[in-house]
C-alpha cells in the first residue's frame, strides 16, 4: 500500500473530491484509478497527456467528455476512453454533481502526486479562486509532473514550465511539495 492509496483528498477552493482506489504504486505500474466527485458546472480545460491514455465511467449525475471537437454526454454506466495525445476536456453542465471513475493506463505516479498538491496548496490559501497555484513554480512543477500539456497558443509556456521544473531551486521545492502533501 502506498501513502496516496485509500485517501480522499478535497479541494476546498472548487469542492471536488478525489479518492485514490489504486495508484501505480500499487499496481506496478499498471494503472492508476481515482473516483472523482465533481461539483456542479465543474471541470477541466482542453488538454491532452503524452504517456497515458484516461478513461472516465460515469457512476452517477453526467459528465460531458469532448475529444477534439466532438462531444458526448455520459450518464450512469457510459464511459469514454481518450487515446495519447487527443486533446480533450471534461465537465459538467448539470446542477447536480457527477461521480466517475478515472482509469488511466499505464499508472502514473506524478498525475497522482500533482493532484494531492494541488488540493493540498488549495487548502493552505496558496491557490488563486480557480484553484491555480499562485506561485509560478509551483504550477511548473504542478504541470511538469502531471503529464498534463496544453494545447494552441498555451503550448508555448510548456517548454518555460520545463525550463523552471528543471532547476536546482524547483527540484528542492517538489521534494518538499511531495513530501507535505503526498507522503
Known amino acids: 500500500m502506498t501513502a496516496l492509496q485509500g485517501k480522499t483528498i478535497i479541494n476546498p477552493i472548487i469542492k471536488d473530491e478525489v479518492t485514490y482506489v ?15 466527485h465533481l461539483e456542479p458546472k465543474g471541470g477541466l480545460n482542453l488538454h ?12 452517477s449525475g453526467e459528465l460531458i467528455v469532448q475529444i477534439g471537437k466532438r462531444k458526448t454526454k455520459l450518464i450512469p ?3 469514454a476512453t ?9 465537465y459538467s453542465d448539470s446542477e447536480k454533481p457527477t461521480k466517475f471513475r478515472a482509469t488511466i493506463i499505464p499508472g502514473h505516479q506524478g498525475f497522482e502526486n500533482s493532484l494531492a498538491i494541488v488540493y493540498g496548496l488549495a487548502s493552505d490559501g496558496l ?9 509560478f513554480c509551483h504550477l511548473a512543477i504542478i504541470a511538469t509532473m ?3 500539456n496544453l494545447p494552441g497558443l498555451f503550448s508555448y509556456i510548456e ?11 524547483s527540484k528542492k ?3 518538499e511539495l511531495i513530501k507535505t502533501y503526498c507522503l
Do not use: C, M
Open 82 to 90: 481518450i487515446k495519447r495525445n487527443e486533446i480533450h476536456r471534461f
Open 159 to 169: 517548454w518555460i514550465f520545463k525550463i523552471i521544473a528543471k532547476s536546482k531551486k
Open 146 to 148: 502531471s503529464g498534463t
Open 22 to 36: 489504486h495508484t501505480s504504486k500499487s499496481t506496478n505500474g499498471e494503472k492508476s484509478v481515482l473516483d472523482i
Open 173 to 175: 521545492i517538489k521534494e
Open 77 to 79: 454506466g457510459d464511459r
Open 127 to 135: 491557490v488563486n479562486k480557480k484553484g491555480i497555484p499562485k506561485s
Open 48 to 59: 491532452y497527456h503524452k504517456t497515458y491514455d484516461e478513461t472516465f465511467e460515469v457512476q
